[in-house]
């Protein structure tokens, strides 16, 4: 075959092998561009997916968090399931050592602010758990101290005489809280923070009575389980801070106390800004029956027999009278009964009927036939 034949078909070869293989190219070029595409479109996705949810999650975090400064919600970030760094305090990491005083006692410190603190432990859940339990809720907003609770006792006051099982009407005057609030205490107890209205605690008080026995004056602690009337409070009373609750049905013959205990919606006590304050509850020490305060000074009227009626009123009157010859000093020991009309001394002695009188009264105080309250199993 001549040259001139061979080199046209060579040349249309290799123009043919250059389109297919430029086929080829372009094929898996198409290829790679659709599947690098595929890879690099689904890496990205996932990793602006990741970044977003992140991002998202962290701005609403602090919208959420921001809706609960002004206790209005109480999502706790939107359900996140993690602590955003924004809110770590960096003093939880702290024991105090550093700077402190003699005598005062290192702080238990986690740099992750406790927030697994109940790992491991009976959860409070809401409940009121008799036998203890752990409780992971922030204490939540606290006021300034213009804001701090103050609490006077009304009715009754202190060393006041009331009469047997007749109603009394407990009141307090309560400063800086917001009355009204009361969660449901069965499955709420402790379990969402403290919150601010108008700068003041959104919360309410309770009312509880115990029996001081016979004397008004105890020096031992009363058993915290032992109660003979408790009320929590769900109204804002007057809706000025003076709030009451009421026992229609009075109480027995003795020496009682009555406090207060404030606290915010979910039952916890009111969480101040400072240590160094006044108490935000008050107390006061009151008789039912009796003598009731004039005979707190003679241990409770039940010692008052003994220390100024008839002892004292025999051994003076008929000892100083029969001796002295004149009854006054015999009067003078028992100024709590009859003693001083006579002037001599076996009328002096008489005065232990006047002594007797305080024990007829002292004695109505005894703990036979006291009638005993309700407790139910969950209170607030």
Same mark, same amino acid.
């Given at each position: ?29 198409? /290829? @790679?561009? %659709?599947? &690098? =595409? *595929?890879? $690099? !479109?689904? #890496?990205?996705? +996932? /990793? @602006?997916? %990741?970044? &977003? =949810? *992140?991002? $998202? !999650?962290? #701005?609403?975090? +602090? /919208? @959420?968090?921001?809706? &609960? ?5 109480? #999502?706790?970030?939107?359900? @996140?399931?993690?602590? &955003? ?5 960096? #003093? ?289």
């Amino acid at each position: 075959m001549r040259f001139s034949t061979i080199l046209p078909i060579l040349l249309a070869a290799g123009v043919a092998q250059a389109q297919f293989g430029g086929g080829n190219g372009g094929n898996n070029g198409g /290829n @790679n561009g %659709q599947n &690098n =595409g *595929q890879n $690099n !479109g689904q #890496n990205n996705g +996932q /990793n @602006n997916g %990741q970044n &977003n =949810g *992140q991002n $998202n !999650g962290q #701005n609403n975090g +602090q /919208n @959420n968090n921001g809706q &609960n400064n002004n206790g209005q919600n109480n #999502n706790g970030g939107g359900g @996140n399931l993690a602590l &955003n760094p924004a809110n770590v305090q960096q #003093n939880s990491n702290n024991d105090g050592l550093a700077d402190a005083e003699e005598g005062q006692a290192a702080s238990a410190t986690d740099g992750a602010n406790f927030i697994n603190f109940c790992t491991g432990k009976t959860l409070t859940n809401g409940l009121q758990t008799k036998g203890g339990s752990c409780n992971g809720i922030p204490m939540g907003d606290i006021p300034g101290v213009q804001n701090m609770v103050s609490a006077i006792m009304i009715n009754p006051k202190n060393g006041d005489n009331v009469q047997a099982n007749q109603a009394i009407n407990f009141q307090v005057q309560i400063a800086n809280l917001e009355a009204g609030s009361f969660t449901n205490p069965d499955n709420t107890y402790y379990a969402a923070p403290q919150a601010l209205q108008n700068g003041k605690v959104v919360g309410h008080t309770h009312f509880t009575v115990q029996d001081l026995g016979g004397n008004i004056n105890p020096t031992q602690p009363l058993n915290a389980q032992e109660f003979v009337f408790f009320k929590g409070v769900n109204d804002n009373g007057n809706g000025n801070g003076l709030l009451s609750a009421n026992l229609a049905e009075g109480l027995p013959d003795g020496n009682y106390r009555v406090c207060t205990m404030t606290s915010a919606s979910n039952h916890q006590f009111v969480t101040m800004p400072v240590a160094q304050r006044g108490a935000q509850d008050d107390c006061v020490r009151f008789t039912v029956g009796g003598n009731g305060g004039n005979n707190g000074g003679n241990n409770g009227g039940n010692n008052g027999q003994n220390n100024g009626g008839q002892n004292n009123g025999q051994n003076n009157g008929q000892n100083n009278g029969q001796q002295g010859g004149q009854g006054q000093q015999g009067g003078q020991g028992q100024q709590g009964g009859q003693g001083q009309q006579g002037g001599q001394g076996q009328q002096g002695g008489q005065g232990q009927q006047g002594g007797q009188g305080g024990g007829r009264r002292g004695r109505g105080r005894g703990r036979f036939g006291r009638k005993r309250f309700a407790l139910r199993d969950f209170v607030a």
